[in-house]
C-alpha cells in the first residue's frame, strides 16, 4: 500500500536525483507514482529524473572557464573595491554630475571615481542621458591611488531621446571599462 | 608571523584551491561571469578578513560556499529589485546550452533564471558543486530533507521548460 505524500515523493525524488536513494526508497517512488498522476506528470519517474539531473553534470563537465581570481585581485588597489549602495550612488551621481557637464560641451574630468566604482553605475543604471542625438562624450576617470583613463563614446538616440546604440571612440584600455559604460548608458531607457 | 602575513598565507591557500570551482558555481548562480568573479573576489577577501581577525579560526571549504551563496542570493534579489543587469548576455547562455545538435537542447541558464534562488542554491551546490545533500545541509543551514525537496522542485521546473522549449 502507498503511504507515501507528494511532499515526501519530492524528498525521494530528490534522493535519486542525487543518487542518494536505496533499493526501498526507489520502489517506494516507484509505488507513490503509479497512484499519483500529479507527481508523475510532473516530477516523473526514476530514468526522466535522471535526465535532468544529468542536463546540470553535462554542463558542469564541459565547463572550461579558468578565471584568475588572484590576478584580479592584485590588480584592485586598497584590496578592493565595494560596489555597496553608498559607493555606487556617490558613483552614479559623479557620473550624472559629468553627463550634465558635457552637454556644456566641456571637458569633464570626474575625480575619484575609481574603475571599478563605474561598475557600480552600471549595476544602479542612470537616468541620465544627453538629450541630443548623435552626440560624442568624453569622459576622463581618475582613480583614487592609480591608473587615469578617457574614454570617449557615442550614443545615438531615438526621437524619445532613448538610446538606441552606443560606440566607443576612443578605447580607454580596459575592454570591460568601456563596455561597463556602455552598458549603463543603453541601460538608462 | 604577524596576523596580516599569516591571513595572506591561508588566504593564498584558499584561493589556489578553490577559485575556479567557486567561480564557476558562482557563476551558475547569477549567470554572468562578470559579476561571479567579484563575488568570489569579495568571498575570499571576506575570508582574508576573517583570518586576520583571528587567525587560528579554521575555515573550511564550506564557509566558502556559504558565504558565496549567501552573496549570490543578496546579488540576485538586489537584481531583481533594481532590474538593471541585461538578461541576455550572449557569453554566458551559450556556454548553458548543452548538445546544441541534439533534440534535448536546453537552455539550462535561462531555466535557472527561472527557479528562486533557494532552490538554485539547493541544485548547484549538490548536482554542479558536487555536495551531498547532508554537506549542502549543513552549508546552507537547513536540513538535508529541505534540499531534496528543492533539488526536486528545481527538477519540476527545469522539466517544465525544457518541455516548452521542445514544443517552441
Known amino acids: ?189 | 608571523m604577524d596576523r596580516t602575513a599569516i591571513a595572506q598565507r591561508r588566504t593564498e591557500v584558499l584561493v589556489t584551491e578553490h577559485q575556479t570551482k567557486l567561480a564557476r558555481y558562482l557563476r551558475r548562480m547569477v549567470g554572468d561571469a562578470e559579476v561571479a568573479l567579484d563575488l568570489t573576489q569579495d568571498v575570499f577577501l571576506s575570508a582574508y578578513r576573517t583570518l586576520q581577525a583571528d587567525p587560528a579560526r579554521e575555515l573550511r571549504v564550506g564557509w566558502l560556499y556559504r558565504a558565496a551563496t549567501n552573496a549570490a542570493i543578496s546579488f540576485m534579489r538586489r537584481r531583481k529589485i533594481l532590474h538593471v543587469l541585461p538578461l541576455d548576455r550572449d557569453l554566458d547562455r551559450s556556454a548553458w546550452r548543452v548538445d546544441e545538435h541534439s533534440a534535448e537542447s536546453v537552455d539550462l541558464q535561462a531555466a535557472l533564471a527561472r527557479l528562486p534562488v533557494e532552490q538554485t542554491a539547493a541544485l548547484l551546490m549538490t548536482s554542479y558543486a558536487g555536495y551531498s545533500s547532508s554537506e549542502a545541509a549543513q552549508i546552507l543551514g537547513i536540513s538535508a530533507d529541505a534540499v531534496r525537496q528543492r533539488v526536486c522542485r528545481a527538477m519540476k521546473t527545469l522539466r517544465h521548460v525544457m518541455n516548452e522549449e521542445s514544443i517552441s
Open chain 1, 1 to 189: 500500500m502507498n503511504t507515501l505524500n507528494c511532499t515526501a515523493a519530492e524528498i525521494l525524488a530528490g534522493a535519486i536525483a542525487l543518487g542518494e536513494a536505496g533499493d526501498e526508497q526507489r520502489h517506494a517512488y516507484r509505488e507513490h507514482l503509479s497512484t499519483c498522476r500529479r507527481c508523475l506528470t510532473q516530477i516523473g519517474g526514476e530514468r526522466e529524473i535522471e535526465r535532468v539531473i544529468n542536463l546540470v553534470a553535462q554542463v558542469r563537465d564541459q565547463e572550461s572557464w579558468q578565471p584568475d581570481v588572484r590576478r584580479a585581485l592584485a590588480r584592485v588597489p586598497g584590496r578592493r573595491r565595494a560596489w555597496r549602495w553608498g559607493a555606487g550612488l556617490a558613483a552614479a551621481a559623479a557620473f550624472v554630475v559629468a553627463i550634465l557637464a558635457t552637454q556644456r560641451q566641456a571637458p569633464v574630468v570626474v575625480h575619484g571615481v575609481a574603475a571599478p566604482d563605474l561598475k557600480a553605475v552600471a549595476y544602479l543604471g542612470t537616468q541620465a542621458v544627453p538629450q541630443r542625438e548623435s552626440r560624442a562624450e568624453s569622459l576622463a576617470f581618475t582613480g583614487a591611488q592609480t591608473a587615469r583613463t578617457t574614454i570617449t563614446f557615442q550614443v545615438k538616440l531615438d526621437k524619445r531621446s532613448k538610446p538606441m546604440r552606443c560606440t566607443v571612440i576612443k578605447h580607454s584600455g580596459p575592454a570591460k571599462l568601456d563596455m561597463a559604460l556602455c552598458n549603463a548608458v543603453m541601460r538608462a531607457r
